[in-house]
């Protein structure tokens, strides 16, 4: 097996939330991978003289469609992951912030999403791919539930 060489990369994503009758709902983005939706956190590179609260809220606001205003950090989580066309090891960090809800709508999600809705909090931690983002969710539910009581 060849030596790939490592570069490291930088996310920021969030979680926005919003209660209705006493729900906490959620936004996910679905994006299709080998014929199947993928439900994932809204989440982009960090840019050149962005902290990466700002990259959060831009792409909250690009990828799912909807704006909010910043509670708090949750966390980070890391993986591994390579790029085959690049030829490239990629050890990443995604920071995420948990956002209350302003305004927007998921149906004017980005056109690289194939979908974005709101989830109930409970069926968004059934339904998503990736286990770190998905402790994101778990953290983000307590603190929603401290925040709102
Ligand atoms: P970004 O949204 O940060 O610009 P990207 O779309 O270029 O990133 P990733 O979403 O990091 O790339 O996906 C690259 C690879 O890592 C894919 O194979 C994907 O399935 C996998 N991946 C994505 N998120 C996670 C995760 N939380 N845990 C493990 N693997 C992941």
Same mark, same amino acid.
């Given at each position: 097996? *060849? $030596?790939?060489?490592?570069?490291?990369?930088?996310?920021?994503?969030?979680?926005?939330? +919003?209660? !209705?009758?006493?729900?906490?709902?959620?936004? @996910?983005?679905?994006?299709?991978?080998?014929?199947?939706?993928? %439900?994932? @956190?809204? $989440?982009? @590179?960090?840019? +050149?003289? #962005?902290?990466?609260?700002?990259?959060?809220?831009?792409?909250?606001?690009?990828?799912?469609?909807?704006?909010?205003?910043?509670?708090? +950090?949750?966390?980070?989580?890391?993986? %591994?992951?390579?790029?085959?066309? *690049?030829?490239?090891?990629?050890? $990443?960090?995604?920071?995420?912030? @948990?956002?209350?809800?302003? !305004?927007?709508?998921?149906?004017?999600?980005?056109?690289?999403?194939?979908?974005?809705?709101?989830?109930?909090? !409970?069926?968004?931690? *059934?339904? /998503? #791919?990736?286990?770190?983002?998905?402790? /994101?969710?778990?953290?983000?539910?307590? /603190?929603? !539930? +401290?925040?709102?009581?």
């Amino acid at each position: 097996m *060849k $030596k790939l060489p490592i570069k490291r990369a930088e996310s920021s994503g969030g979680i926005v939330f +919003k209660k !209705e009758d006493g729900d906490i709902l959620v936004a @996910l983005v679905g994006v299709e991978r080998k014929g199947k939706i993928v %439900w994932a @956190l809204p $989440k982009g @590179l960090v840019e +050149k003289g #962005e902290r990466p609260e700002e990259t959060a809220y831009r792409e909250v606001k690009e990828e799912a469609g909807v704006t909010g205003t910043l509670v708090d +950090k949750i966390g980070d989580i890391t993986y %591994w992951y390579v790029d085959r066309e *690049k030829g490239v090891r990629y050890h $990443k960090i995604v920071h995420f912030y @948990l956002f209350k809800y302003s !305004e927007g709508s998921p149906e004017n999600h980005d056109w690289e999403i194939n979908e974005a809705r709101w989830f109930l909090i !409970e069926e968004a931690i *059934k339904v /998503m #791919e990736y286990p770190g983002e998905r402790d /994101m969710m778990i953290r983000a539910k307590e /603190m929603i !539930e +401290k925040l709102c009581g």
